[in-house]
């Protein structure tokens, strides 16, 4: 009988001998930093202008020394005393009539305010107290407003404007405190002229009396560019609207 030959088995691969395996990496300890300081806060919002009425009249006139309102001429003067403010608030009143006492919504700062007068002197050399000026800030200006009361409503035309009744001749100017002075004792106006007079209150308190004469009188602020005041002006009405309607000069 023929011999075949046994087929052979493959021989099967040796086994893969196993990688080796990479070593631990050791556990490092956190690094230690230095703790962030928190981000500055955002600049503060500009403040939202005051609800006021604009003013229909070039009030900046009345304090330009040489402007001229047809007859008249404008002439100011600093006056050598300050107006102290001690609430950051500023009141008007007819010194005589303690019904008149009305204070400024506008807060105004504290300190010792300068005080200028304007005068409208006609070509006869006649004086007349035509409006006083408090300076409460600094220029530049950016608009001019009429000056509204705390207590009373804005008012809707410049027919309604706010205004204080002065029915003795006087009209003063001061701190507005924590409540009105009552009556203040003024002198005679024909005594003084245009020139105001400085009455000193038992409170501590210093009003600036003006001779107005009698009358309805609106004041109004002169105000930045940032809504802050730069100062406050009460108009007497001495011109008329024909005058105030001349070209300015």
């Not at 070593?23 to 600049?43: N, Q």
């Not at 405190?177 to 005679?188: K, Y």
């Not at 005594?191 to 038992?202: I, K, M, R, W």
């Amino acid at each position: 009988m023929a011999k075949t030959k046994a087929k052979g088995k493959a021989a099967k691969p040796a086994p893969k001998s196993a990688k080796p395996t990479k070593p631990a990496k050791p556990i490092r300890a956190p690094k230690v930093t230095r703790p962030s300081l928190p981000l500055p806060p955002p600049p503060p919002l500009p403040p939202q202008p005051r609800d006021e009425l604009p003013s229909s009249r070039d009030v900046a006139r009345l304090t330009r020394y040489g402007e001229r309102f047809g007859a008249h001429k404008i002439d100011v003067r600093w006056l050598p005393l300050q107006l102290p403010v001690a609430s950051n608030a500023l009141a008007i009143f007819d010194p005589g009539a303690p019904k008149s006492w009305r204070v400024f919504d506008r807060p105004v700062g504290i300190g010792q305010f300068r005080a200028m007068l304007s005068i409208a002197r006609n070509d006869q050399g006649k004086e007349r107290l035509a409006a006083v000026v408090i300076h409460v800030g600094r220029p530049p200006i950016a608009r001019w407003t009429v000056a509204h009361y705390k207590g009373q409503k804005k008012p809707k035309s410049a027919e309604q404007l706010p205004r204080c009744p002065v029915t003795t001749g006087w009209l003063a100017l001061i701190d507005a405190g924590v409540e009105a002075p009552g009556v203040v004792a003024v002198p005679p106006a024909s005594l003084t002229g245009v020139q105001p007079v400085e009455v000193p209150l038992t409170d501590g308190r210093r009003a600036l009396a003006l001779p107005s004469g009698n009358g309805d009188y609106a004041a109004y602020w002169a105000i930045d560019a940032a809504d802050k005041p730069i100062c406050l002006v009460v108009d007497f009405d001495v011109l008329t609207a024909k005058e105030w309607k001349a070209r300015a000069t």
